[in-house]
Structure formats: C-alpha cells, structure tokens
C-alpha cells in the first residue's frame, strides 16, 4: 500500500515538474537571448 502510494506522488510530482519544464521551455526565446539588440540613438533634451 505503501508502494502505491509513493510511486502515485512521485508520479503527480513528476508530470507537474514536467509541464512546468514544458510550459518554461515554450515561452522563452532562445534564439532572441543569443542577439545583442542595437543601443538606442542618443536623444539629448532641447
């Protein structure tokens, strides 16, 4: 029973960290992270 019990948590615990690795994974742009983005043009108050 003990067993049981053990494997179903570990189960819950493991599909849960797997969405969040999924849902993590989907939203972040990796591709965006490796480019640097162009400094702003210098905007001086008149």
């Known amino acids: ?3 049981w019990v053990t494997l179903g948590l570990v189960g819950v615990l ?3 960290a797997g969405f969040l690795v ?3 994974h989907t939203v ?3 591709d965006d992270s490796r480019t640097i ?3 702003p043009p210098d905007q ?3």
């Open 37 to 39: 983005d162009p400094l």
């Open 1 to 3: 029973m003990q067993l």
């Open 22 to 24: 999924y849902f993590i």
């Open 14 to 16: 493991a599909s849960i």
């Open 28 to 30: 972040l742009n990796y």
């Open 44 to 46: 001086k108050d008149s």
